[in-house]
């Protein structure tokens, strides 16, 4: 499984962005996304993840109101839309694949298949 982040870009605080992550080698249908991120000199935290068949999403509690995951299965592309954007949304987004049914999960080490991330700066 092979997964690439794209649409990383550097910004002022308020701002909308919308990150994708175009998935392949996924041999099943079945299976979830989920978006992480690493601020510099902090630990990696979830954002949210969606079940691609399901569409069944989750995030992060801080988050939530803010970023939205969405899938396009033709394009087999997840994308991460984030607005109102700030200054502590800065750090590299990652998105991630495993087989994890109906429901996805918001726990890194569940996931196998990573990309390598797309740095996202929000300046004030």
């Known amino acids: 499984v092979q997964l690439v982040e794209s649409g990383g870009l550097s910004m002022q605080a308020g701002g909308s962005l919308r990150l994708s992550c175009v998935v392949s080698?996924?041999?099943?249908?079945?299976?979830?996304i989920g978006w992480f991120r690493r601020a510099s000199g902090k630990d990696r935290e979830p954002v949210g993840c969606?079940?691609?068949?399901?569409?069944?999403?989750m995030y992060a509690d801080a988050l939530l109101g803010r970023f939205t995951i969405s899938n396009d299965n033709a394009k087999k592309t997840v994308y991460l839309q984030m607005n109102d954007l700030k200054t502590e949304d800065t750090a590299a987004y990652y998105c991630?694949?495993?087989?994890?049914?109906?429901?996805?999960?918001?726990?890194?080490?569940?996931?196998?298949?990573w990309g390598q991330g797309t740095q996202v700066t929000v300046s004030s």
């Open positions: 991630a694949a495993d087989h994890i049914p109906r429901h996805c999960i918001l726990r890194a080490t569940r996931y196998q298949s």
């Open positions: 080698g996924v041999t099943h249908d079945d299976y979830s």
């Open positions: 969606i079940n691609v068949l399901e569409g069944r999403t």
